[in-house]
């Protein structure tokens, strides 16, 4: 019997979902729109529906073992989706209990950056190592820490939200209320105010002038530093001296053996990872110094959120020591 998982991917506005095999081969991918839905009722019934049909195509000799999902404010210890910011349903949603009664296997669930850190210890390039640390750089700041092997879910089940660590308490407001939060400064959202920042403090010209804050996105940053532009390249070089003076932080925390950078701006490659770790060496206690590797993820495809997701469900048989039914 061929075991298989199901990784769902809960985002704002899609839900992508895909059945997955113990190598990470994605068997079969799908998504519904997560908007359309006015109750969480509504979501879960077309999710369920589409997931049916799914398994509709599987090989006669497989089975589906368990569900991993990844959302924010995916709590791991209840299974409940709590008071999330991004969906339209407000409140406790009981994520988990809903899909092991129509399903009749364990739903694991936690928030999408210890999915992805999980995924990286299954599939990616954590595959050896115990202590690591996973940053998402997405439209914010997401993280999630491995200790001797095992996510760190903390005592209420929300550990590891570097993205609300300050880095400057009388600085950018952010989403969640408080000032200088280092999302604001080091994901996609946040290097965008950098640029607007830094054209206003700067005279010389730059191809990201006249762009709208809107229309501006990560690429075309990029792509203009490699052409020389002076205000995208030094937005880089800004944006990786706050994520390196933080992350010099984070090594003092649980001594990791590597640091995973994942998503949208780490695709800048060396833009965004060299002075990351030049402001890591730099501020980093002597005794840590050249021991901390910063890594691109290996999981950087299209289906890395459902294969962060779906490796939940090895994780809980592994750590169970339970053989899969
Ligand atoms: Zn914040």
């Given amino acids: 019997m061929k075991e298989l998982t199901v990784g769902i991917d809960i985002g704002g506005t899609n839900t992508k979902f895909g059945i997955v095999d113990r190598e990470g081969n994605v068997l079969h991918q799908g998504n519904i729109q997560t908007t359309v839905h006015e109750e969480f009722k509504g979501f879960f019934d077309s999710m369920a529906n589409a997931l049916r049909e799914s398994f509709k195509d599987l090989p006669s000799d497989s089975s589906i073992v368990g569900i991993g999902v990844g959302a924010a404010n995916g709590n791991y210890y209840t299974g409940n989706i709590e008071h999330a910011t991004n969906l339209r349903w407000k409140g406790i949603l009981p994520l988990s209990k809903m899909f092991q009664e129509e399903f009749n296997v364990p739903c694991i669930l936690t928030n999408d950056a210890n999915a992805a850190a999980v995924g990286e210890m299954v599939y990616g390039n954590a595959k050896n190592m115990k202590d690591f640390v996973v940053v998402t750089l997405g439209t914010g700041l997401g993280s999630g820490f491995v200790c001797g092997g095992i996510l760190l879910n903390g005592h209420h089940g929300i550990a590891g939200e570097l ?92 001594d990791p053996e590597a640091i995973f950078l994942f998503g949208g701006l780490s695709q800048a490659g060396e833009l965004i990872f060299k002075p990351t770790i030049r402001h890591m060496e730099a501020n980093l206690m002597p005794l840590f110094r050249g021991k901390v590797k910063v890594l691109p993820s290996a999981l950087q495809n299209q289906a890395a959120p459902i294969l962060g997701a779906s490796s939940l469900v090895w994780d809980h048989f592994a750590k169970k020591g339970m053989e899969v039914a």
């Fill in 163 to 254: 993205g609300h660590t300050s880095v400057n308490p009388t600085g950018r407001y952010c989403n969640c209320g408080k000032r200088g939060c280092l999302e604001t400064y080091v994901s996609a959202t946040g290097i965008k105010r950098t640029v607007y920042k830094l054209l206003a403090d700067h005279l010389e010209p730059s191809e990201l002038r006249g762009i709208s804050f809107d229309n501006l996105n990560t690429k075309m940053i990029t792509d203009a530093a490699l052409r020389g532009d002076i205000v995208a390249k030094e937005s880089f070089e800004y944006t990786g001296r706050i994520l390196g003076m933080k992350l010099a932080e984070t090594v003092v925390h649980t």
